[in-house]
């Protein structure tokens, strides 16, 4: 059974640099689409962007100044670089594995922007 | 960037029938949208309900269902349970292969 689990810090100082890795256990990473959506009372679902296994990306246009995207197939993880944060990207973050039947969910972690 | 509108809250006897609904500012939702549903409970992640439109994942009871209705996508619910309360989002897919999710219905069964 494929389960993804997110780690990085829960908390990032305004104007650093948001960095998270979703692990991918109990499937394969290739073929697949990895995507990466945050939730915020606020603003609801939103998603981030995608990267394929081939390290092909595709982001939201309005983050996309401010996000990297990267995949290691060999250790079986991709991994989400949000820079220049502000209190607004505090969030709910979630990475999925996005195929034809839709999402499958990693648990999620919150992660709070301080000043 | 298009909008993706759904209804904030809705209520729902139990055993009743409510139809959830997702809209697009850009005009009719059509099957190109690729609609998704999400059921999310309290305290987890969201779960993929239904995906393409129509179908539904494994785990999903069968009393849910996905449709095009009146240019937006239809998810309905027949014969509601106490469990099916819960946050349900949709998602439709824009040109560059990018998703849009809506805000959410809030689905309470009373």
């Avoid at chain 2, 009719?28 to 549903?37: D, L």
């Avoid at chain 2, 027949?78 to 809030?106: H, I, M, N, W």
């Amino acid at each position: 059974q494929l389960q993804l689990q997110e780690s990085g810090p829960g908390r990032v100082k305004a104007s650093e640099t948001l960095s998270l890795t979703c692990t991918v256990s109990g499937g394969s990473i290739s073929p697949y689409y990895w995507s990466w959506i945050r939730q915020t009372p606020g603003k609801g679902l939103e998603w981030i962007g995608y990267i394929y296994y081939t390290g092909i990306t595709n982001y939201n246009p309005s983050l996309k100044t401010r996000v990297t995207m990267s995949v290691d197939t060999s250790k079986k993880q991709f991994s989400l670089a949000l820079h220049s944060v502000t209190a607004s990207d505090t969030a709910v973050y979630y990475c999925a594995r996005d195929s034809s039947e839709g999402y499958i969910w990693g648990q999620g972690t919150l992660v709070t922007v301080s000043s | 960037q298009a909008v993706v509108t759904q209804e904030p809250s809705l209520t729902v006897s139990p055993g009743g029938t409510v139809t959830l609904t997702c809209d697009s500012s850009t005009g009719p939702v059509t099957s190109a949208h690729y609609p998704r549903w999400f059921q999310q409970k309290p305290g987890q992640a969201p779960r993929t309900l239904i995906y393409d439109t129509n179908n539904k994942q494994s785990w999903a009871p069968a009393r849910f269902s996905g449709s095009l209705l009146g240019g937006k996508a239809v998810l309905a619910l027949s014969g509601a349970q106490a469990e099916d309360e819960a946050d349900y989002y949709c998602s439709l897919l824009y040109s560059g292969g990018r998703p849009v999710f809506g805000g959410g219905t809030k689905l309470t069964v009373l």
